[in-house]
């Protein structure tokens, strides 16, 4: 009877397997699989995010916003899913046994363009919401005054008795929003261009009940994303050139992982 009931109410999205806790070392294992078969597509995605990052970071410069490099790093993670999409479609159609070009890895976003747009709204909308939250809660610390040069401003915030508390709430801020945002995208995208008839509403619903059910491995899986990702923006982005697609490629098997047919 229950049986039953679960395929009436879930028939287009399936079902959540329950998987290892170290089940994502395998994902970046067949990550690295794809990205191998695919060098130049993926390698030159990669190349694309990191020169928007430089191009993002001089923008802040010039605009004497030097402090907000750090939040749009930081809501870089939050944009990451969407940004993907085209890593996804990649590993698609390498597992479906199809040819694969750059163009028709970016045209993936056409199997299911509307969902696929309003997920990247959301995901926006939670960019923008963090970046705003940053930025109220740099004033209240530091004051509206308190604006160093891009070089001074690393000491400057050390000699200030504001940096701990900025540090603890700015944190906390942070890590509640990652944590939502993780879950409303760990597999949602890749859900959206694997099945055109799915809605975005239904498709963060299954990812969020994905990372529930099998939380160990998908708090390992968020982790090691942090720390790779987190090591390719230090040469200022330069690593992001292997990293992101490296994790986009991984993220495709996740989701195969853990959503059944």
Do not use: C
């Amino acid at each position: 009877m229950s049986t039953d009931t679960t395929a009436q109410v879930t028939p287009i999205t399936g079902r959540i397997r329950r998987i290892a806790t170290d089940r994502p070392w395998t994902w970046l294992t067949l990550g690295w699989r794809d990205m191998m078969a695919n060098k130049a597509i993926s390698l030159a995605y990669g190349a694309v995010l990191t020169l928007a990052g430089w191009v993002l970071a001089l923008l802040l410069f010039e605009m004497g916003t030097a402090w907000a490099i750090l939040p749009a790093t930081a809501g870089f993670f939050i944009m990451a899913p969407i940004l993907a999409a085209g890593l996804y479609e990649v590993s698609r159609r390498r597992q479906a046994g199809e040819a694969v070009t750059l163009a028709e890895a970016v045209a993936g976003f056409r199997r299911n363009p509307t969902q696929i747009a309003m997920m990247g709204v959301t995901l926006l909308v939670l960019h923008l919401f963090w970046t705003r939250i940053a930025g109220l809660l740099f004033a209240l610390f530091f004051g509206i005054n308190f604006a160093p040069s891009l070089g001074q401003l690393p000491l400057a915030m050390l000699q200030s008795e504001q940096l701990l508390p900025f540090l603890v709430v700015g944190t906390g801020f942070g890590f509640v929003l990652a944590s939502v945002t993780f879950a409303v995208a760990a597999i949602s995208i890749p859900m959206l261009l694997d099945k055109p008839e799915v809605s975005f509403l239904e498709a963060a619903t299954v990812s969020i009940q994905a990372v529930m059910e099998n939380w160990r491995a998908m708090a390992l899986w968020a982790g090691l994303i942090v720390v790779f990702t987190g090591l390719a923006l230090v040469p200022f982005f330069l690593g992001l050139v292997i990293v992101m697609p490296l994790i986009g490629h991984a993220t495709w098997h996740a989701y195969k992982d853990l959503v059944a047919r």
